[in-house]
């Protein structure tokens, strides 16, 4: 079953602008991870955060994290066409090594 | 972290048939996993290979119908069975290198089943 629940599900921003992306999840975690994945091709990991950890930042990437709301949310800040993809969250339980996904965002970026 | 190459990239297969994705990895490592993406989809976790013993199987996936190989700690493979078009997906496989680390994942398998 889906952990996660993106929304919006659908964005679409001009380049320069900021896209904020948000996940919800059900159960306890160990960390929480954002993936970008390219027109239907693999996945990439973008930022781990733990669950111990509120805010954590990678170049123009910003994720939090709301233990106590069960929620997460990306920001990608001055965005650009190269950064059109669909992003996906998924929670690691810890005690399994399976990471479930949420739904994903698609992001389109308009030059 | 170490890098998967996964094969064939995509293919088109007629229903009834079979097909094997491949998957190799640059280093050892311990549990592998195949996900599947279908349209417009999620991922959904099939099964978690581990060398030496059987894969383990989400709900939903039975070996019969996705059997699994994992014949040492660098290579995995996973066989789509008795193909019908609702198996069309794009089927991905994944290691994580350490607890608390990213995962990493093979640039997937798209399937066709006409």
Request: net charge negative; hydrophobic share 15%.
């Given at each position: 079953s889906q952990q996660g629940e993106e929304d919006p599900q659908a964005l679409s921003i001009q380049e320069g602008e900021n896209a904020t992306m948000n996940c919800s999840y059900k159960t306890s975690i160990n960390n929480l991870q954002w993936y970008r994945q390219n027109s239907g091709r693999g996945l990439v990991h973008l930022i781990l955060i733990r669950s111990n950890e509120r805010e954590k930042h990678s170049g123009r990437l910003r994720v939090t994290l709301d233990t106590s709301k069960k929620s997460s949310s990306l920001l990608i800040t001055a965005s650009r066409a190269a950064d059109t993809a669909s992003y996906f969250c998924a929670t690691d339980g810890g005690s399994n090594y399976k990471l479930t996904f949420g739904k994903g965002t698609l992001l389109t970026v308009n030059p | 972290s170490a890098v998967i190459s996964q094969k064939p990239s995509r293919d088109i297969c007629q229903r009834g048939t079979s097909l094997t994705i491949q998957c190799q990895v640059d280093s050892q490592v311990t549990m592998m996993f195949w996900y599947r993406q279908q349209p417009g989809q999620s991922l959904t976790l099939i099964a978690t290979a581990n060398q030496g013993s059987e894969a383990t199987y989400e709900s939903g996936f039975v070996i019969d119908k996705f059997p699994i190989s994992r014949p040492n700690l660098t290579f995995s493979t996973l066989t789509v069975s008795?193909?019908?078009?609702?198996?069309s997906s794009i089927y991905l496989c994944s290691y994580q290198k350490a607890p608390n680390y990213g995962y990493t994942f093979g640039s997937g398998t798209r399937l066709t089943v006409v």
């Open positions: - | 008795n193909m019908s078009p609702e198996d």
